[in-house]
Every structure is written in structure tokens, then in C-alpha cells.
């Protein structure tokens, strides 16, 4: 059974940082490429940042210089480092497995955060 769980989420004010964190079971973590998308009421949920198997990074421009995802394959754990937190980043955060040659592709269940002072 595959499972993401993320964790970290939380209210914080601008300016802020959090650390998301997405924990993955179920699947050969190595192969696939990791991600996160966040949906803000009213709106389509969409990209913030992916990595891929081998390391390579793509952010959003929106979140480009502020935001960082990282993995750690031994952890099977995905990362989303968050500074300089805008109003504008509030929504839920999903954290999302992807492999395409298998055609596989995994979402969690979502963890809310909130940039508000």
C-alpha cells in the first residue's frame, strides 16, 4: 500500500519559513520523481517545486529563491524548506510521486498552511 505523509504545516506570519516534510512508503522511492503542489481556496491546484531522481530541481517562479525541496532517498523523505513566507503562499500543500515509464503517479493527503499576522 502506498502512503505520502506530510507534516509541518502550520500558521506563521510573513516573513517566516517552515519545513514540509513528506515521508513515502509503498513505492521504490529512488526511482521516482518527488513533488509538491498546493491549492489555495478557489483555485486549481498547481506546481511549486519537483526533484527528480537524480537531484534535478524545478521551482515555480513564484517560489524561485525562497523555496527548497530536497530529498533523502535512505529516509524515503521529501522536503520543502519555505523563507521569506508571503500572504500569497497560504493553501494546502500536497506532496506528490511520480514515475512515468510505469505510469504511477501518488498524492498525500495534504497539509494546510498559512502565512498570516
Known amino acids: 500500500q502506498v502512503q505520502l505523509v506530510e507534516s509541518g504545516g502550520g500558521l506563521v506570519q510573513p516573513g517566516g519559513s517552515l519545513r514540509l516534510s513528506c515521508a513515502a512508503s509503498?513505492?521504490?522511492?529512488?526511482?521516482?520523481?518527488m513533488g509538491w503542489y498546493r491549492q489555495a481556496p478557489g483555485n486549481q491546484r498547481e506546481l511549486v517545486a519537483t526533484?527528480?531522481?537524480?537531484?534535478?530541481?524545478n521551482y515555480a517562479n513564484s517560489v524561485k529563491g525562497r523555496f527548497i525541496i530536497s530529498r533523502d532517498n535512505v529516509e524515503k523523505t521529501v522536503y520543502l524548506q519555505m523563507n521569506s513566507l508571503k500572504p500569497e503562499d497560504t493553501g494546502v500543500y500536497y506532496c506528490?510521486?511520480?514515475?512515468?515509464?510505469?505510469?504511477?503517479?501518488?498524492w498525500g493527503q495534504g497539509t494546510q498552511v498559512t502565512v498570516s499576522s
Open positions: 509503498g513505492i521504490t522511492f529512488n526511482l521516482y520523481r
Open positions: 506528490n510521486a511520480a514515475f512515468s515509464l510505469a505510469r504511477k503517479d501518488y
Open positions: 526533484i527528480t531522481s537524480a537531484g534535478i530541481t
